[in-house]
């Protein structure tokens, strides 16, 4: 859901400047460049980093909503669809081949790519026209609008959710109604590289050779020269977040409690969100290697704390904040 206003993946703003650059050179292009810090108070200025953004899935492989659906079908981990002429195969038996011969002619039934192509374009239309995948009607929505009220503990997740010195996640998580008066996505839809611990529970992850790397692989191929962007992720909406179940790319936690107690804790108190290496010490960011841990960011807040910091947020901060975060889920009735 809300993937209709989602921009192509680019190194910096996708915008008219850098249209014609190569995203390898625009990947040298942000070796040096400055970067502003990022905070609630800061999204107008650290919109412009030269960083990766936009995109679809977690490392942004995929720039419409037909290559999204595309992949899901042959992946052996998703739907092992096998191949395109397996796929085709059953879209010809399934009971919609005769609109598809209706809307696209009798002959797309005979071209296998081309009938996946159609099936594809058909899912992403229906994504994007169809008003069930970006209703906007959550109670944040209506409050926005002046029809509902915020209960004291969701206002003050807000007014947390706002602070740069305690919670601070607006720094990404956009709230405000863009400049076009549009409802905001709560993303900046920037790639940052966090160090969420790794989850054994993935067989993948059982592998101790094996990393997701996010930009530079392994699923995506076209930057993995870029080694400034290992380990970085989008930045995903927070729209409807309090109805998942699992979070961040790796799955790792799965319930929002856990989530803020890593935004909480990651810095300031390492040892309840990492574990120990046999001798004793935190392994801390152990979910990247050692020659990659350099990508993660350890300067805009909260992550600019150390171990000598209190943590930003105390319980009750936090049960505030997903108060309101469950106001970002849809289907509220005012």
């Not at 400055?34 to 650290?46: P, Y």
């Not at 067989?203 to 692989?217: E, I, N, Q, T």
């Amino acid at each position: 859901m809300y993937l209709e206003r989602q921009p192509n993946f680019s190194i910096g703003p996708d915008n008219d400047e850098n249209e014609n650059t190569s995203l390898i050179a625009a990947a040298a292009k942000s070796m040096n460049a400055a970067r502003t810090e990022k905070t609630a108070l800061s999204t107008a200025q650290t919109a412009v980093n030269l960083v990766p953004q936009g995109g679809l899935f977690w490392d942004g492989r995929a720039d419409t909503l037909e290559s999204q659906a595309f992949f899901p079908l042959l992946n052996p981990l998703e739907m092992d669809g096998g191949s395109v002429a397996r796929v085709a195969a059953k879209l010809r038996a399934a009971p919609y081949a005769r609109d598809f011969s209706i809307l696209f002619g009798q002959a797309v039934l005979h071209e296998p790519k081309m009938l996946v192509t159609e099936a594809l374009f058909a899912i992403a239309r229906y994504e994007y026209e169809d008003a069930s995948f970006h209703p906007y009607s959550s109670k944040f929505d209506y409050w926005l609008e002046g029809k509902a009220e915020l209960s004291p503990s969701e206002l003050r997740g807000y007014q947390l959710f706002n602070d740069p010195k305690r919670g601070d996640c607006a720094a990404c998580h956009l709230d405000q109604p863009t400049k076009d008066g549009l409802p905001p996505l709560f993303t900046d839809h920037q790639f940052e590289a966090i160090g969420v611990p790794r989850n054994h529970g993935l067989a993948a992850d059982r592998d101790p050779h094996f990393y997701d790397l996010g930009v530079c692989g392994p699923l995506r191929s076209d930057m993995r020269s870029q080694k400034q962007f290992c380990a970085m992720f989008i930045t995903p909406t927070l729209r409807n977040v309090a109805t998942r179940h699992a979070f961040f790319h790796n799955g790792v936690y799965h319930d929002l409690k856990q989530v803020l107690d890593f935004y909480d804790f990651r810095t300031t108190r390492p040892a309840k969100v990492y574990p120990r290496r046999r001798d004793g010490s935190i392994d801390v960011f152990d979910d990247i290697p050692q020659r990659y841990r350099r990508n993660v960011d350890v300067t805009d807040p909260p992550f600019d704390l150390t171990a000598e910091d209190e943590p930003p947020l105390t319980a009750a901060d936090e049960n505030d904040i997903i108060a309101f975060l469950r106001t970002l889920t849809d289907g509220y009735r005012p």
